[in-house]
């Protein structure tokens, strides 16, 4: 089983579907993730409950989004794999400094007590300022691999990058032989 994790980069959450419905659709078993904040946040991008309704529809069971209920993953329910798509600037900071106060983050602290692979696909408007140097501490932590980023409008944002969603497939395949899918920024 696999957990796919979504965080309050509510722009980017139709693109994360499609990539959820292709896991599902390949044969993966998915146990769907949110942060509070995307569990409960109606956004100019979608409501709260057709997101986490849509996501039940395809993996067929209901999304964890509490810290108590994200805890047991690495002891006691072992995914094979985690994905955060998409995992914004709050979440990736946090991970970087050890903060557990997500259902996400938590998620991710117990599942990588098990040395099994935690695949980031990052989307964040303050990847190439704030960020950057969280980006740098997870890439050389075991087990942390990115899906490939790239600067969606260097013009007009100048710090922001996105992960290429559709590269979330082979990142992951690499991810199990423990390699991180190159390139990375793309
Ligand atoms: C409409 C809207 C869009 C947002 N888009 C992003 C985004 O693309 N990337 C990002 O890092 N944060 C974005 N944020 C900010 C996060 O939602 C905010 O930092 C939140 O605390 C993230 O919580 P989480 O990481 O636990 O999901 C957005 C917020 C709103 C209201």
Known sequence: MIGYAF???????????????????????????????????????????????RVFEICGRE????????????????????????????????????ITDTAVCMAAKAHLRGNRPLVIALASNDALSANLKNIATLLSRKFVYFVPM???????????????????RPTLDYAFEGKQYQKIFV
Request: net charge negative.
């Open 7 to 53: 965080c309050g980069s509510y722009c980017t959450h139709k693109a994360s579907i499609a990539q959820l419905e292709g896991l599902v659709a390949s044969g993966y078993d998915v146990l769907p993730i949110m942060s509070e904040n995307v569990y409960n946040t109606d956004t100019r991008f979608g409501k709260a409950e057709e997101l986490r309704e």
């Open 63 to 98: 999304a964890i989004h509490t810290i108590v209920d994200s805890e047991p993953l690495g002891p006691k329910i072992a995914l094979d794999a985690m994905i955060i798509c998409p995992c914004t600037g709050n979440t990736l900071a946090k991970l970087a400094a050890g």
């Open 150 to 168: 790239f600067q969606d409008d260097p013009m007009k944002k100048p710090h922001s990058l996105i992960a290429d969603f559709s590269l979330l």
